[in-house]
């Protein structure tokens, strides 16, 4: 019966252990991730890797342009489901090429990239 329940409790310590690492919220609080507060898209320096501390953060809906970003930068797009971030190679927002969904992010390269807009269903 003792090595049952030890068998048990290991199981569930490794089940824990796995969701919290899962998602990447899971284990912040305040539903940060990798340092992009909740809400908002994040864009992390060229080549951080893992995404740690970003060095822009934004919040409103519409398009926002870039400037100086080259080679491959995180992405993530912290927003609340069903909001959509999408990276665009003009300025304004205009010709999009990828969407990035809520809660997801994509390591890409920038260079290409010259505006990303946030947008709500």
Do not use: E, F
């Not at 019966?1 to 912040?28: C, I, P, Q």
């Not at 991730?33 to 909740?38: D, E, L, R």
């Not at 920038?110 to 807009?117: F, H, Q, R, V, Y």
């Amino acid at each position: 019966m003792r090595r049952t329940t030890r068998a048990l409790a290991a199981l569930t310590v490794a089940a824990a252990a796995l969701t919290a690492m899962g998602t990447g919220n899971a284990g912040a609080a305040d539903g940060s991730w990798a340092g992009c507060p909740y809400g908002a898209v994040c864009v992390y320096p060229q080549d951080q890797n893992p995404a740690s501390s970003p060095s822009a953060v934004y919040w409103s809906y519409g398009a926002h342009n870039l400037n100086g970003q080259y080679g491959n930068h995180w992405v993530l797009n912290n927003q609340s489901a069903g909001a959509h971030a999408h990276l665009c190679q003009n300025y304004n927002g205009a010709n999009c090429v990828y969407d990035i969904p809520a809660q997801n992010g994509v390591y890409y390269n920038l260079g290409p990239i010259n505006s990303l807009t946030l947008d709500h269903p």
